[in-house]
């Protein structure tokens, strides 16, 4: 039986392995054996602390030495189920199945409501993370998806840095009024472009150009391979020590909740994963 089944190679679930790995805890890991892949696909970072301007693809490449040099392994068997069995999980992914005294997800943002060309395009025009990205489109005009009023603040700040914006919300009582934003009752259908973002097209035949999409949603996928879990506005719902209210299942990263950046997410696996340590010393007892 492991200690811990690691649920999501993203930068939460790398963040916990390594600490789980340094205190000698024995660990499944699963998800992408591309670790961090979708780190990779950021043009640049400016606010991952020591590291200013890096770019995704070298971001990610030293996460992936990071755990390289660890002994980390991947087992890329996509989870279908994880069942709580009193002081264990029982973890049913593709044929295989295997028992962890604890479960850490960190299943990261889901792709519900895409826009046909938005997954393709994720890095090249497309971004979920107006912090992250905003300032590489200063001057110019994007559009910008969103689906929750308390998401405005986001919105102000692109409007702050591009010419223009299009705005698509999905909500009632918009409270957006700015010179350089208009807000559009038709919807984003599809986004085009040669390599990058060009063109959306609308439900009501028109077409715009763009040099970017926003996409700001709060929703992430449900933990759906855990019914037990509980969520809160489409995010797992988790304590200070990153605990959800199933003993033994903690979480970690975008699937908790915004921001959706990457210096959270490595905290949240730290937390995470020291809260394993403790809950496992406390069972051992």
């Given amino acids: 039986m492991y200690d811990t089944a690691i649920i999501g190679t993203g930068p939460a679930g790398l963040s916990a392995a390594v600490n789980l790995k340094i205190h000698n805890k024995n660990i499944i890991w699963f998800g992408?054996?591309?670790?961090?892949?979708?780190?990779?696909?950021?043009?640049?970072?400016?606010?991952?602390?020591?590291?200013?301007?890096?770019?995704?693809?070298?971001?990610?490449?030293?996460?992936?030495?990071h755990a390289e040099k660890m002994g980390l392994e991947v087992n890329d068997h996509v989870v279908n189920n994880v069942v709580p069995m009193g002081n264990k999980f029982g973890i049913l992914a593709g044929t295989e199945f295997c028992e962890a005294k604890t479960v850490l997800l960190a299943t990261g943002v889901s792709a519900k409501g895409q826009i046909k060309g938005e997954s393709e395009r994720l890095g090249r025009g497309v971004s979920y993370c107006a912090t992250c990205d905003g300032r590489l489109y200063k001057g110019k005009r994007i559009a910008v998806i969103c689906n929750a009023?308390?998401?405005?603040?986001?919105?102000?700040?692109?409007?702050?840095?591009?010419?223009?914006?299009?705005?698509?919300?999905?909500?009632?009582?918009?409270?957006?009024?700015?010179?350089?934003?208009?807000?559009?009752?038709?919807?984003?259908?599809?986004?085009?472009?040669?390599?990058?973002?060009?063109?959306?097209?609308?439900?009501?035949?028109?077409?715009?150009?763009?040099?970017?999409?926003?996409?700001?949603?709060?929703?992430?996928?449900?933990?759906t391979m855990i019914k037990e879990v509980e969520t809160e506005d489409g995010h797992i719902k988790v304590g200070r020590d990153q605990s959800t209210n199933v003993k033994g299942c903690f979480a970690a990263g975008d699937c908790t909740g915004r921001p959706y950046q990457y210096t959270k997410s490595v905290g949240e696996g730290n937390v995470a994963a020291h809260s394993i340590i403790d809950y496992l010393a406390q069972e051992e007892k």
């Fill in 32 to 65: 992408s054996k591309d670790i961090c892949e979708k780190v990779a696909l950021a043009e640049k970072i400016e606010n991952y602390p020591g590291l200013y301007g890096v770019s995704g693809k070298e971001l990610a490449a030293s996460f992936r030495e």
């Fill in 149 to 223: 009023a308390r998401l405005e603040h986001e919105v102000r700040f692109l409007a702050e840095l591009a010419e223009h914006i299009d705005y698509f919300p999905y909500y009632k009582e918009i409270g957006i009024d700015m010179a350089n934003v208009t807000v559009h009752t038709a919807k984003p259908t599809e986004v085009t472009g040669d390599g990058k973002v060009e063109t959306l097209k609308l439900s009501d035949g028109s077409e715009l150009e763009i040099s970017g999409l926003f996409c700001l949603r709060t929703s992430v996928s449900l933990a």
